[in-house]
């Protein structure tokens, strides 16, 4: 992929809103994290309150019969899947801050090697 100069500043510009777009996905990322953990922290009080609490025992009881269910297969899709979205922003983002900083320190055309992941998503910019 080569890009020149006169075409740079206008792509350096959808460079960085792409940049500040992908900091917000990672944002969303963080706060389903946060959730996540936030989630598997009331369970934690649930499973220690359960011998001497009903509420909590019934509550834990459904969960249980919920995760034998179907939970466990959901819970592994949804790490599967977080696992590669977080690789995925975290490779596209380096390689736009690469070519926004080949784009900013040089002239002329620049050439930057695509990985595999971004190649099968490519798109023109310009």
Do not use: C, H
């Amino acid at each position: 992929m080569a890009l020149s100069w006169g075409y740079a500043m206008d792509d350096l510009e959808k460079l960085k809103a792409m940049l500040v777009e992908l900091g917000k996905s990672q944002a969303l990322w963080a706060r389903k994290i946060q959730e996540f953990e936030t989630l598997q922290s009331q369970i934690s009080k649930l499973q220690r309150s359960a011998g001497s609490d009903p509420v909590a025992r019934r509550k834990l009881s459904k969960l249980n019969d919920y995760m034998n269910r179907e939970g466990n297969d959901v819970q592994r899709q949804v790490v599967e899947r977080m696992t590669t979205a977080d690789k995925n922003l975290k490779k596209v983002a380096e390689q736009l801050r690469e070519l926004a900083i080949a784009q900013a320190g040089g002239g002329g055309e620049v050439s930057v090697p695509l990985n595999k992941a971004v190649k099968n998503n490519s798109r023109n910019f310009a």
